[in-house]
Nanobody, 120 residues
């Protein structure tokens, strides 16, 4: 099983990025994105379950959109109106379960992380 995240980079405040995470080796019920800023704990960002229901942390609601393409086994995170406080290493995660998607403990598999840097 492998999760390959990509799409990070350097962007100015107000800009956009789209992260992708390609999964292989297993069919997953749910996907999530988490992030870890320097000196902080890893935190939940967004998740999508098997029925395409989506969940977001409050700080990204209205700016980020998570989606999945089951044919490609890929999950995306479209990030708009980026802020300097969004700067972090972003991780994708996948779960064979479908509940508790804001908890890191729900996920069995993790990608390697992709760095997002937002300049002011």
């Amino acid at each position: 099983v492998q999760l390959q995240a990509s799409g990070g980079g350097l962007v100015q405040a107000g800009g956009s990025l789209r992260l992708s995470c390609a999964a292989s080796g297993l069919t997953f019920s749910a996907y999530g994105w988490f992030r870890q800023a320097p000196g902080k704990d890893r935190e939940f960002v967004a998740a999508v379950d098997w029925s395409d229901r989506t969940y977001y942390t409050d700080s990204v609601k209205g700016r980020f959109t998570i989606s999945r393409d089951n044919a490609k086994n890929t999950v995306y995170l479209q990030m708009n109106s980026l802020k300097p406080e969004d700067t972090a290493l972003y991780y994708c995660a996948a779960s064979v379960h479908n509940g508790g998607l804001s908890s890191q403990n729900t996920y069995q598999f993790w990608g390697q992380g992709t760095l997002v840097t937002v300049s002011s």
